[in-house]
């Protein structure tokens, strides 16, 4: 249930995120607790994600805004969701999902078994799952739509639904991000394996960083020697195994699985940011 906030008028809910407007031709997005996964929203939520996506995401905007503008204009948002939400600038957002991958993992691993390439891009036989790249790819997807599911595509395809210059710029953008980010990560002893970012174009036609920016929702993130996983895919795991079909509404969650991924996504904050949430 979405909540009614005084002078901003409900857009539309996401996945994870509540989107508003108001009289200013700003936005105001709301991160819930709602988790999701395999393009599905799991029926059970998990206790102050939206708040730790929301600093996390802050917190990398910041560090990042040399390499790319972002869509932040202000945290001063109505108490009611103070904490898990941010006032943004409309953006045209690209209708594609820019994913940055320095390991072999997730899809990216399904899909090299099969083809020994990611999207079109060509790698060295014989890797494992997990095993770093020899240098960070460009992999992007299409969005989904409601009830549809994401679709890894190639550069080429890339290309053909937003064109040869902006495919570039995204291109470098997304690898330049992950780069820095990653180098980050190792500092505080997490491995950056992958990360998706999405960006649109602001009124005066400059190119930002939008939606989050480099949370356990949207990458993984990895101790070093034991890839423990401090993101999302703990409950993708538990998902896989728990004989669900993946075509009809996910179970729920349960209390001890609620609880270890609320661990892990707050040990990942602690970590990145130093701080507690």
């Not at 996945?15 to 059970?44: C, G, H, Q, W």
């Not at 940055?100 to 691993?109: I, Q, T």
Request: aromatic fraction near 10%.
């Amino acid at each position: 249930m979405t909540a009614v906030l005084t002078g901003w008028r409900h857009l539309r809910s996401g996945k994870v995120r509540d989107l508003y407007s108001n009289d200013k031709d700003e936005l105001l997005i709301v991160a819930s607790d709602r988790i999701s996964a395999f393009d599905y929203i799991l029926p059970t939520p998990i206790p102050n994600k939206g708040i730790l996506l929301t600093k996390l995401s802050l917190f990398w905007f910041e560090l990042l805004k040399d390499v790319v503008p972002n869509h932040i204009v202000s945290t001063d948002v109505p108490a009611e969701v103070a904490g898990r939400a941010v006032i943004v600038k409309p953006l045209v957002m690209f209708p594609i999902e820019c994913v940055a991958r320095g390991y072999l993992a997730g899809s990216g691993w399904v899909e090299y078994q099969k083809t020994q390439s990611v999207c079109g891009v060509k790698l060295p036989a014989g890797l494992s799952e997990g095993a770093k790249l020899p240098e960070p790819i460009f992999t992007p997807a299409t969005k989904a739509q409601d009830g549809e599911h994401d679709e890894n595509i190639t550069y080429e395809k890339c290309v053909e639904i937003i064109g040869d210059q902006a495919a570039e710029i995204l291109r470098k953008l997304t690898l330049a991000l992950y780069s820095k980010a990653h180098d980050f990560a190792a500092t505080k002893g997490i491995i950056l394996a992958d990360t998706k970012f999405e960006f649109g174009i602001d009124s005066s036609g400059m190119i930002c960083l939008g939606d989050e920016a480099l949370t356990p929702d949207s990458s993984r993130f990895w101790e070093p020697d034991t890839r423990y996983s401090y993101d999302k895919q703990f409950v993708r795991d538990w998902l896989l195994n728990s004989g669900w079909d993946r075509n009809s509404n996910p179970p729920p969650l349960p209390d001890e699985v609620v609880a270890k991924t609320q661990e892990r996504y707050t040990s990942a904050f602690k970590l990145i940011t130093g701080k507690d949430l």
